[in-house]
């Protein structure tokens, strides 16, 4: 085995990880606090690398600067879409599935009704390569990418364990009735949860508007991604979902570096069949009663 291909592959696996965990991360948030399996929550990635792209394109605004206002455009539509088609459909499943089917139709047919149907590719920003000479080369967006992943996800885990509003948020995640009882208002929660869910969407399809560019049809890809990362990393466990979005990211990028391409979506099927059949609970969830009633 080539040692550089490998370390280029465990590189390669983190910087998937990353990408996964913007996706993974905010639908935790939103499915914990809100209740809300959002099925359009992968195309709002891509939205944030659609904004990047309009910003800097149209305006010719620096990048940074261009990501920052896709965020926040991003993460104000999820306190709207918290406020109007979800928040009256709180506790009925079937109709929030409906409603967010209902917006990735919504969302593809906006963006080729104002972007087109093509792929956008956000210009270069950072330009070259670095690495260890003879060992593993990646390129330094690449690089900025993982820092401002991870950058992105440690500051997440500390909102949420250190401020006031984070533990709030776990809180309601928990035990909403309890919570109320407290004083910590479910609906209140529940729109910093979007918005905070959304916005880190919107980073992570900034931050891939420069490689993959931006394109519609990749929405529902990202949302199974962010899927699979939180039912393997168990249900309500925050740090499960991050070890999940890793194994997830080595998993694709090793097997598309040693089998194929498509290898690398059947490696992540093939992960969770493996996790389920050994702990149907995921891997830091709490154990629960599987098999038929009477069992």
């Known amino acids: 085995m080539d040692v550089g291909t490998f370390i280029q592959s465990l590189w390669g696996g983190v910087l998937e990880a990353g990408l996964i965990a913007m996706v993974a991360v905010g639908l935790y948030l939103v499915l914990g606090v809100a209740r809300v399996l959002n099925f359009a929550h992968g195309h709002i990635l891509v939205l944030g690398g659609f904004c990047t792209w309009g910003f800097r394109e149209t305006y010719n605004l ?31 499943f079937v109709p929030i599935i409906c409603v967010g089917v209902a917006l990735i139709y919504l969302f ?11 792929t956008k590719t956000v210009g270069t920003v950072i330009s070259g390569t670095s690495g260890i000479k003879g ?14 992943g991870l950058g992105c996800l440690v500051g997440s885990g500390l909102f949420l364990a250190k401020t006031r509003i984070g533990r709030a948020m776990r809180a309601t ?16 929660m529940a729109r910093y949860a979007m918005f905070i869910g959304c916005a880190l969407a919107a980073v ?11 394109s519609i049809g990749v929405g529902l890809a990202w949302m199974i991604k962010g899927m699979l990362a939180i039912i393997i990393g168990g249900l309500g466990s925050f740090y499960g979902c991050l ?10 990028s090793f097997s598309i570096t040693y089998i194929n391409a498509q290898a690398g979506y059947i490696a992540m099927f093939v992960l969770l069949v493996v996790v389920i059949l050994v702990r149907p609970w995921g891997l830091f969830g709490k154990k629960i009663t599987v098999g038929m009633p009477g069992e």
């Not at 990501?67 to 539509?77: C, E, N, Q, R």
């Open 204 to 214: 992570g399809g900034g931050l891939m508007a420069p490689k993959y560019g931006a």
């Open 62 to 92: 620096n990048f940074w600067l261009a990501a920052l206002l896709g965020l926040l455009i991003v993460g104000m539509g999820g306190i709207v879409m918290e406020r109007f088609p979800f928040r009256r459909f709180y506790g009925n």
């Open 108 to 118: 593809e047919g906006g963006v080729v009704q104002f972007f087109g149907p093509e």
């Open 135 to 148: 060992w593993f080369i990646m390129r330094n967006w690449d690089w900025l990418v993982i820092g401002a």
């Open 243 to 252: 070890c999940a979005c890793l194994l997830l990211g080595m998993a694709v």
């Open 173 to 188: 995640a928990v035990d909403p009735d309890t919570a109320n009882l407290q004083g910590i208002g479910a609906l209140g």
